[in-house]
C-alpha cells in the first residue's frame, strides 16, 4: 500500500513563502522519482518540480529562482520551498511518486496554496 499524504499548505500574501512537505509510506522513497504537481482552477495539472532518486531536480520554468524542491529519504519525506509566491501560483499541489522501475504512478489527496492580498 502506498500513501502519499501532503501539508504545509494555506493562504499566503503575495510574495509570501510557504512549504510543503509530502510524508510516503515506508519503503517508497529508495525506489521513486518524486514530484509537485499543480492543478489551478479550470486548468490541466501541470508539472512543478520533480526530483529524482539520485537528487536530480527539474522545474518548471514558471518557478525556476523562486522554487526549491528536496527530499530526506531517511524520513521518506519530499518537500517544496516556495517563495517570491504570486497569485498565479494559486493551486492545489499534488504529490507524486513514480517507481523507478515499474512506472507505476501514484497520487496524494493534494494541499490548496492560495496566494491572495
Known amino acids: 500500500q502506498v500513501t502519499l499524504v501532503e501539508s504545509g499548505g494555506g493562504l499566503v500574501q503575495p510574495g509570501g513563502s510557504l512549504r510543503l512537505s509530502c510524508a510516503a509510506s515506508?519503503?517508497?522513497?529508495?525506489?521513486?522519482?518524486m514530484g509537485w504537481y499543480r492543478q489551478a482552477p479550470g486548468k490541466q495539472r501541470e508539472s512543478v518540480a520533480i526530483?529524482?532518486?539520485?537528487?536530480?531536480?527539474n522545474y518548471a520554468d514558471s518557478v525556476k529562482g523562486r522554487f526549491t524542491i528536496s527530499r530526506d529519504n531517511a524520513k521518506s519525506t519530499m518537500y517544496l520551498q516556495m517563495n517570491s509566491l504570486k497569485p498565479e501560483d494559486t493551486a492545489v499541489y499534488y504529490c507524486?511518486?513514480?517507481?523507478?522501475?515499474?512506472?507505476?504512478?501514484?497520487w496524494g489527496q493534494g494541499t490548496q496554496v492560495t496566494v491572495s492580498s
Open positions: 507524486n511518486a513514480v517507481f523507478d522501475s515499474s512506472k507505476v504512478s501514484y
Open positions: 515506508r519503503g517508497v522513497f529508495s525506489r521513486t522519482t
Open positions: 526530483i529524482t532518486n539520485g537528487g536530480s531536480t
